[in-house]
């Protein structure tokens, strides 16, 4: 009896020297941490550098393209090695305005090509396409005319389509990880997967089309505009089963309504 006792008493010494050797903090670091937020800290200076000097940026803009070239010395200076761009950007546009009329129209084309990039689809499926270009289409027209003495008035009607912007989850299993459920119909993405030989079902391509009017009432006299836009936004996703067969798909259609004002200081 008493052997048992010493050993129960041994094994609780053992597990309380256990458990304070696991909860032993190291002070020394923490020291050297706080030193050097507080001494010697460069997160301002980078804001500085991303938020004010190329900044703000649009993409594909000038500025967007050297914030991304300052961020890769940057890290490359530190030690990082590799360290490069996978998307490369490609944008055009051009506007034309006949101004005894009021008319107008813009039009946009956008490329981008994420290849190559660590995210290779075929990687992870062989039945899967690892084309990652996205395209963008955009046209906008209208007519600006000064019916009222607020100011000018701008009516508008645009369409734009997006092709491929699924190309960065195509690695992903839409009827095992349910990223596409809330826009799908039906249940989600059940219909393709109910289709589906191997129960799966990746993402090979993707095509949403957008098109809407508007209007916008400038008011001079408080520098400010107000306005309002109706968009109906359609979208519908090629899918494979991994194994080479086609899958369908239906979703939801989307109407966004929207009213609001800008004021100009």
């Not at 961020?71 to 944008?91: E, I, M, P, S, Y």
């Not at 981008?112 to 995210?119: D, G, L, R, S, V």
């Amino acid at each position: 009896m008493r052997r048992t006792v010493i050993a129960i008493a041994l094994c609780l010494a053992t597990a309380v020297a256990a458990v304070h050797t696991q909860d032993t903090l190291d002070y020394a670091m923490f020291s050297k941490i706080r030193d050097e937020g507080l001494n010697r800290s460069q997160a301002l200076d980078h804001v500085s550098w991303l938020a004010d000097v190329y900044g703000p940026r649009l993409q594909g803009s000038p500025a967007m393209r050297q914030a991304a070239d300052w961020v890769a010395k940057t890290v490359g200076a530190w030690g990082l090695a590799n360290v490069h761009q996978d998307a490369k950007l490609f944008q055009v546009g051009a506007s034309v305005l006949h101004v005894p009329s009021g008319l107008f129209i813009y039009g946009l084309y956008q490329n981008e090509n994420a290849n190559p990039t660590p995210f290779n689809a075929n990687l992870f499926n062989s039945g899967v396409g690892a084309e990652n270009q996205s395209d963008t289409w955009y046209l906008k027209g209208g007519i600006k005319r000064t019916w009222s003495p607020l100011g000018a008035t701008v009516l508008f009607g645009e369409y734009a389509q997006y092709s491929n912007m699924y190309g960065d989850v195509k690695f992903a299993d839409a009827c095992n990880g349910g990223w596409l459920s809330p826009v799908g119909q039906n249940g989600g993405i059940s219909q393709a997967c109910a289709t589906s030989a191997t129960g799966s079902a990746f993402a090979t391509g993707s095509e949403v089309k957008r098109w809407g009017v508007g209007v916008v009432q400038e008011i001079d006299s408080a520098a400010m505009h107000v306005y309002a836009r109706w968009q109906h936004l359609d979208l519908s996703v090629d899918l494979s089963d991994g194994a080479g067969a086609n899958l369908h798909q239906d979703f939801n259609d989307w109407d966004l309504f929207q009213v609001g004002g800008v004021i100009f200081f």
